[in-house]
Every structure is written in structure tokens, then in C-alpha cells.
């Protein structure tokens, strides 16, 4: 059984900055690859950031240069650090992630259970 959960959501003024932390556990044999969606009312969820297991990553043009996206493949956790927020940023934000599973050789696609990120203006 894999999960993914995601943490470090909140409320911040315009201009703050945030961290979002996703822990994958599990049966897990390989981890790839590991992105950041986010969703916001009356919006479809759109891709914020990616990173491979190899450390290249991709972001929305909306985020280039105010967030970063990084993964520790030893603890199984990829981060978002969200800087120089606006308020349309604001959304549920979900990790997303291919794992191959250690037991069965399969990989599925599983999503966290999303985090709620709050910037007021």
C-alpha cells in the first residue's frame, strides 16, 4: 500500500513564503516522477512543478523563479518552496507520483490528499 501526504499548507500574507512537504511511504521500490498540481475553485488542477528521480524538474510559467521544487530520494519526500506568493496562488495543492510498488513490479499513479495554501493580499 502506498500514500502520499502532503503537509505545510496555511495562510500568508502577499509576498510570504511557504513550504510544502510530501511523504511517500510504502511498499515502495522506486519513486518517479513527483509533481506538484494545484486547483483552485472553479478552476481544473493545473501542474505547478516536476522533478524526476534524477533531480531535473519543470514549472508552470506562472511559478518560474518564486518556486522550487526538490526531492530527497533517501526519505522519500519532494518539496515546494513557494516564495514571493500572490494571491493566485491560492489553491489545494496535491504531490502526485509514479511509485513502483516493491512487492507486485507494478507502478500506478497515486495522488496526496491535497494541502490548502491561503495568500491574502
Known amino acids: 500500500q502506498v500514500q502520499l501526504v502532503e503537509s505545510g499548507g496555511g495562510l500568508v500574507q502577499a509576498g510570504g513564503s511557504l513550504r510544502l512537504s510530501c511523504v511517500v511511504s510504502g511498499t515502495i521500490f522506486s519513486i518517479n516522477p513527483v509533481g506538484w498540481y494545484r486547483q483552485a475553485p472553479g478552476k481544473q488542477r493545473e501542474l505547478v512543478a516536476e522533478?524526476?528521480?534524477?533531480?531535473?524538474?519543470n514549472y508552470a510559467d506562472s511559478v518560474k523563479g518564486r518556486f522550487t521544487i526538490s526531492r530527497d530520494n533517501a526519505e522519500n519526500t519532494v518539496y515546494l518552496q513557494m516564495d514571493s506568493l500572490k494571491p493566485e496562488d491560492t489553491a489545494a495543492y496535491y504531490c502526485n507520483a509514479d511509485v513502483t510498488d516493491f512487492i507486485s513490479g507494478s507502478t500506478f499513479n497515486y495522488w496526496g490528499q491535497g494541502t490548502q495554501v491561503t495568500v491574502s493580499s
Open positions: 522533478i524526476t528521480k534524477r533531480g531535473s524538474t
